[in-house]
């Protein structure tokens, strides 16, 4: 018998559902023994410390992704025809997902589940952070119609990427830079391109090594968060209420939304079109990854539902990066739902930063598992929520990030579709 052993591999997502429920565990146990202070003292930090490592990488992948996918439209002339219309179908149905998802959040309430009573002294912890947003919302409000436009427009590049919550900003550089870089003579620009190839690469890297820490960081940001709400249990039933809002409103944008664009915009039969693009949903949906379904997804397309190959090459490698309506979805929710179960009212100035900010963040998010846990953290550190209320939502993400990737692969066939055949 030989003496190696192979050790049982856990997939990520199982130790991240297993680190929710022991930190719950731990905050409850210690709630027993009057140890909310050694959580606080001892354990919530490490969750603060994981939440940091998803702000600290926030900027950098928001800004390489994107200045990657602009550059990659390879000239202006492809950006002013097949590309322009492709990325304004791309937002359009970005911009609509994320608007069916905050009218969810808000219709639904799951956040208000929990009880108020427990919800009161958290309330009063983070009071002064939203009011300080609200304060700076207002602000900017009585400076005249166009004063949205200084928190677009950064004077100093530097100073907007040393702050997470001016992402917009890092965002519309990104976006100049990409273009201005595609004016410029490609024999010069390309080495600028490798570097940018090579840097997305490690980031993509990092983002792996962060989330390898995710079960540790949500079972101390679990406790940390069992502790605050004095062991309630609602919460768990807010949550489940959470997960079903959200797979709701997914598979309406793939049941319902889809096939619509689907029957006004090309000549694609319903009944084909679901039984063709089954393979690539199941793809993605095993995967949680719309980068590595792009070959499959590709492959249907021009194949199966008869894309040119012209129309193929450049609409859905573009879609990976820019189009995810799923993540923008259920981004949307998310927020509104942490900001519920934290006791925060959200201004309707707020909700339209949070649409605005879901929809142009969207383009930077990787299509990898977990991409979205560091444009979330961005999206509520923005609003004034405090990115640590992503602990409530992160155990039960593996399933949901599989279904929204079936919705983001969708979205680039149909996109793909709509494109062809204009």
């Known amino acids: ?31 027993q023994i009057d140890g909310a202070q050694f959580i606080y003292n001892w354990i919530y930090p490490w969750g603060r410390i994981f939440i940091r490592l998803l702000q600290l990488i926030a900027i950098p992948l928001v800004f390489i992704s994107l200045v990657k996918g602009v550059t990659g439209l390879k000239d202006i002339g492809t950006v002013s025809r097949m590309g322009g219309r492709t990325v304004a179908i791309y937002l359009a149905t970005t911009l609509a997902a994320v608007l069916l998802g905050v009218s969810a959040g808000l219709l639904v309430k799951p956040g ?32 005249g119609p166009l004063a949205f436009l200084d928190d677009i427009v950064p ?33 010069k620009v390309r080495p600028v391109i490798a570097l940018f190839d090579g840097l997305n690469d490690i980031i993509l890297r990092m983002v792996d090594y962060i989330i390898y820490l995710a079960p540790y960081g949500v079972a101390a940001l679990m406790a940390g968060l069992v502790a605050d709400f004095n062991g309630d249990t609602g919460v768990f039933s807010a949550l489940g209420v959470y997960a079903l809002t959200v797979t709701v409103s997914l598979l309406v944008l793939i049941l319902l ?5 689907l029957r006004i915009f090309t000549k694609i039969r319903l009944r084909k079109f679901m039984k063709d693009i089954y393979p690539v949903q199941l793809f ?7 980068a590595a379904t792009l070959p499959v997804t590709m492959d249907v397309a021009e194949k199966k539902l008869g894309i040119s190959s012209e ?3 450049f609409v859905l490698p573009v879609g990976v990066t820019v189009n995810m309506d799923g993540t923008s979805c259920y981004q949307a929710i998310a927020v509104v739902f942490i900001a519920q179960a ?6 309707v100035t707020q909700l339209l930063l949070i649409v605005a900010l879901t929809v142009l963040s969207s383009i930077g998010t990787p299509g990898i598992p977990g991409g979205s846990f560091v444009i979330l953290t961005m999206v509520l550190t923005s609003v004034g929520i405090p990115a640590e209320g992503l602990a409530l939502i992160i155990g039960i993400d593996r399933p949901l990030d599989m279904l929204r990737t079936s919705v983001n692969v969708t979205g680039d066939v149909v996109t793909a579709a709509i494109v062809d055949k204009k």
């Open 342 to 347: 934290l006791g925060i009212d959200l201004s």
């Open 257 to 261: 939304f889809y096939p619509l664009l």
């Open 112 to 143: 208000m589940l929990i009880d108020r009573t427990q919800v009161a002294h958290i309330q009063e912890e983070y009071r002064s952070f939203a009011e300080d947003k609200k304060h700076l919302a207002e602000t900017k409000g009585g400076e």
């Open 284 to 290: 993605a949906f095993t995967t949680s990854s719309s």
């Open 155 to 187: 004077n100093n590049i530097f100073n907007a990427a040393g702050d997470n919550s001016k992402m917009l900003q890092v965002i519309f550089f990104a976006l100049f830079f990409g273009l201005a870089a595609l004016t410029v003579v490609p024999a």
């Open 311 to 313: 129309t193929a090459s």
């Open 1 to 31: 018998m030989s003496k190696t052993n192979k050790r049982i591999r856990i997939p990520l997502y199982m130790q991240i559902l297993a680190g929710m429920v022991s930190g719950a565990v731990i905050g409850i146990a210690a709630l």
